[in-house]
């Protein structure tokens, strides 16, 4: 027959156990009862002890450029805004010239504006999944918070450019798959064949 709330006490036991390996006296007293104590504390004493994070790690997500930032990935394609369920990216663009025509830099069209709304973003890389251009990615930067809520919040397009260096540090095998996918798509230089002589 089952001791009524059995359960509850084992669960118990877990976290007084758990309690006394947080300490070193806790420790020597496992030890002491022969018991098996992990060694060192639970927790990380943050701001001044940074946590590791993963390679998938993700948080918001930024827009990236290769070499300058006037070499920027993004089209203006508008496929992340339409997409995000939050409905947080802001796009203005593509910029076109007095006559109407598409401006091109670096062979491609840019964002007049690009902006995100991060008090709202849900970081579910909706936006990166389906980017044709890999141009945005999630970063790891978490330290954003802010006395107030509409101006810090909303970062514009300075303020999510990062270079692609950038993304290769912070996760290096995800940057090196987007980097030999893009350099499958770039079209391979013609082969120059001398004339034939007559």
Known sequence: MAFIGAGVLRGMGVTFRTFLETYPWGRVLLRGLRQPAVEGLVTIEYPDVKQKHAERFRYF???????????LRCVSCKICEQECPPQCIYITGPAKDEQGRPQKANGRTFPVEFKIDVSICMSCRICVDVCPFDAIEMDNQYELSSSERFGSLILNKQELLKPNEYFQRIKPTEASEVDARLAAKRPKPQPVFPPKAP
């Not at 997500?61 to 006037?70: I, R, S």
């Open 61 to 71: 997500p930024f827009l990236v450029y290769d070499g300058t930032p006037d070499n």
